[in-house]
């Protein structure tokens, strides 16, 4: 069983950038405002979506485990 991640996308820091959207369509889609956003509220946990966090230039992509609730990215400062 895979396991999920809940994505959100803070629209206060987003800057529109659409690197998420044009880095994996699939799980990331652009609002009517151009504010990236997952495609749903949970995803499966794939390094794709990790690897599109970790790509956005201001962190605006938090990812928890679904179940757990652990913060999986950012990192704990």
Not at 53 to 63: K, Q, R
């Amino acid at each position: 069983m895979t396991d999920h991640w809940t994505v959100t996308v803070d629209k206060r820091v987003c800057v529109r950038t659409g690197l998420c959207a044009a880095s994996a369509p699939e799980e990331f889609e652009l609002d009517e405002s151009g504010q990236g956003r997952a495609r749903s509220e949970t995803l499966p946990a794939s390094e794709t979506v990790l690897e599109v966090a970790e790509s956005c230039p201001i962190e605006a992509i938090g990812i928890k485990h679904a179940k757990t609730g652990e913060r999986i990215f950012p990192p704990e400062s």
